[in-house]
């Protein structure tokens, strides 16, 4: 009996286990960004507060929101290789120790995936 009291509550419960164990984005990150046949590495350093995420984006401040195990960050980004600044968002749904999702920047955009660093 006691068996299927264990069960039935894992059950009912287990509708929410993954936006429970979506777990969090602190830390440092190595973000590669492709699109056709270029690609870029970027670091990145987040730390989150609930739903809030804060930090760094190459050097560049960052803010955005991680909810129910998807990331949603849009910030002035001025890379290194362009003479130009626009937005950089990115969005993506996190799975373990990576994250994996679109990005966008002015007119370019494509995907990214992203590991964390030990």
């Known amino acids: 009996m006691i068996r299927q009291v264990i069960l039935a509550l894992c059950l009912i419960g287990g509708s ?3 936006a429970a164990q ?3 984005v602190t830390g440092k990150w190595l973000f590669a ?10 670091s990145a350093d987040f730390q989150s507060e609930g739903e809030k995420v804060t930090g760094t984006w190459e050097g560049t401040e960052v803010e955005g929101t991680f909810k129910e195990g998807e990331l949603a960050l ?3 980004f001025h890379p290194l290789e362009t003479e130009r600044t626009g937005t950089l968002t ?3 749904r996190f799975d ?3 994250l994996a999702g679109d990005w966008s920047w002015n ?4 995907s990214f995936k992203a590991t964390r660093k030990p």
Do not use: K, Q, R
């Open 96 to 98: 373990g120790d990576m």
């Open 90 to 92: 990115v969005t993506g």
């Open 107 to 110: 007119e370019y955009g494509g």
């Open 33 to 42: 960004l492709t699109t056709g046949e270029l690609s870029a590495e970027y």
């Open 74 to 76: 849009s910030f002035p």
């Open 22 to 24: 979506a777990g969090d």
């Open 16 to 18: 929410n286990l993954p």
